[in-house]
DNA sequence: TTTTATT
């Protein structure tokens, strides 16, 4: 009975479980867990190269759309370096995500679909007692439990991943409609949904069946799971007839606020430079004391990139002011 | 009432 309960709070258990997985095949290869959206191959390759000789990288994609499905693999010559980059690089933070770096499993098609969806939760119930409850089953991977983003509070709702399939199916026969100790409510445990069933299809057609479709929001998101470019959203903007916030046609336009008044443009190049491609960028200044007016605009051309400089600075510490970073909206004054 | 964990 090998079961590890995660480390810490945040499900960074590393699966390295010492009678699991001794292969010499596990002690070289890792998975590399939560990375960035836009992370590249190469990028990875670089980092990881950083800590010693790699055999082989590989970044998975989503087979249809190329989009990074946000892991990949590491595959070191050296067993030493493959435990030195868990040491170092797990836990690392590459702007909004935290990665979790630990050594693969042997691929084999038990370890496949073994991914579950647990709702009806109580609220109170922690990462910790989700766990404790699933643990008989199996070795637990990961476990999480979606919070909401304002509030912090638990949506009742959470994922468990077991090591093989067999344990979450007998998880399911076990749980599934049971009540937790304590709990007045019986919770439901089902496979999760595969997200590569998701094809860019359904998504696709979602884009092209809605001609008359006003609201921008969910639009835009799904622009940014299919990486279109500007110019493809901008032809799709014509043909729908919506507006995309930022898109001002020569690339997309951010507004920063909350600039002190001695805020210059070089300060804008520092901040969104890293992120990509920078065509613009504009301090407001108030005409007479030439002092800035709390505001600017940065004209940055891949949607990608404005994306996640967006996610990045929102909310970024700049001296002693709290910086609001989107995209620029032509809301004229209220609200 | 669905996050991005198996090449």
């Known amino acids: 009975m090998e ?18 997985s001794n292969t010499e095949d596990s002690k070289t290869n890792l998975i590399v867990n939560y990375l960035p959206q836009n992370m590249t191959q190469e990028e990875l390759k670089s980092l990881f190269g950083s800590i010693g000789e ?4 590989k970044l998975v994609r989503d087979k249809i759309t190329g989009q990074s499905l946000g892991y990949g693999f590491v595959n070191y010559v050296d067993p030493k370096d493959a435990e030195k980059a868990i040491n170092t690089l797990n836990g690392l933070r590459l702007q909004t995500k935290t990665i979790k770096v ?3 499993r042997p691929s084999s098609a038990s370890i496949r679909d073994a991914n579950l969806y647990v709702s009806g939760l109580p609220k109170t119930m922690s990462q910790k007692e989700l766990e404790q409850l699933f ?42 409609g049971q009540k937790p100790p304590g709990a007045t409510e019986p919770i439901t445990v089902k496979f999760a949904n595969n997200p590569s069933q998701k094809t860019n299809q359904a998504i696709l057609s979602q884009l092209y069946q809605s001609p008359n479709r006003r609201y921008p929001g969910p ?12 110019m493809t959203i901008d032809g799709m903007t014509s043909l729908a007839g919506i507006n995309i916030p930022g898109h001002a046609g020569t690339g997309w336009c951010i507004f920063v606020y909350n600039l002190a008044p001695d805020a210059d443009e070089s300060i804008l190049w520092q901040m969104f430079g ?39 600075l929102n909310g970024y510490r700049l001296g002693d002011r709290v910086l609001q970073v989107s995209f620029k909206t032509n809301k004229t004054h209220k609200a």
């Open 3 to 20: 079961t590890q309960l995660s480390n810490g709070p945040t499900c960074n258990n590393t699966t390295n479980g010492p009678s699991n």
């Open 54 to 57: 790699i055999e082989s990288c």
């Open 102 to 104: 630990s050594y693969a």
């Open 135 to 176: 643990t008989q089953y199996g070795r637990i991977i990961t476990s999480r439990i979606l919070v909401d983003q304002v509030t912090g509070v638990s949506r009742g709702v959470g994922f468990i991943r077991f090591d093989k399939r067999v344990e979450a199916e007998e998880a399911i026969k076990g749980l599934n």
């Open 219 to 230: 639009l835009h998101h799904q622009a940014q799971r299919l990486r279109f470019s500007p």
């Open 274 to 312: 890293p992120f990509g491609a920078v065509t613009n960028v504009k301090v407001i200044r108030d005409f007479n004391t030439n002092k800035c007016k709390g505001f600017g605009f940065v004209t940055m051309t891949n949607y990608d990139e404005a994306a996640m400089a967006i996610a990045s």
